[in-house]
Nanobody, 112 residues
Framework: QVQFVESGGGLVQPGGSLRLSCAASGSIFTVSPVKWYRQVPGMQREWVASIFSRGSTTYADSVNGRFTISGDNAENTVYLQMNNLQPEDTGVYSC??????WGQGTQVTVSS
């Protein structure tokens, strides 16, 4: 079973950028689409972005134009480039594919 490990989170000031990585133990093509989610304690998990096997992408309205999801099939990794981060982007970011389980996620904190 393919599993994901997320990394790249951290503390950043409003307006800053981060790039998150989602490294898979196997082919990301086989578990496509791969999606990024985020969660704030006490709130429901929120879908952020998706990437499909042919490379097409979709985004939540709240991040469209600021975030970019991409995939590297050779490296079995999905990325989330996040620009112009705002405090409301704070949360634990996790990725998931079809049939995969949730990983630990990576914490993103946007604060001055």
């Amino acid at each position: 079973q393919v599993q994901f490990v997320e990394s790249g989170g951290g503390l950043v000031q409003p307006g800053g950028s981060l790039r998150l990585s989602c490294a898979a133990s196997g082919s990301i093509f086989t578990v496509s689409p791969v999606k990024w989610y985020r969660q704030v304690p006490g709130m429901q998990r929120e879908w952020v972005a998706s990437i499909f096997s042919r490379g097409s992408t979709t985004y939540a309205d709240s991040v469209n134009g600021r975030f970019t999801i991409s995939g590297d099939n050779a490296e079995n990794t999905v990325y989330l480039q996040m620009n112009n981060l705002q405090p409301e982007d704070t949360g634990v970011y996790s990725c998931k594919g079809v049939g995969t389980t949730w990983g630990q996620g990576t914490q993103v904190t946007v604060s001055s």
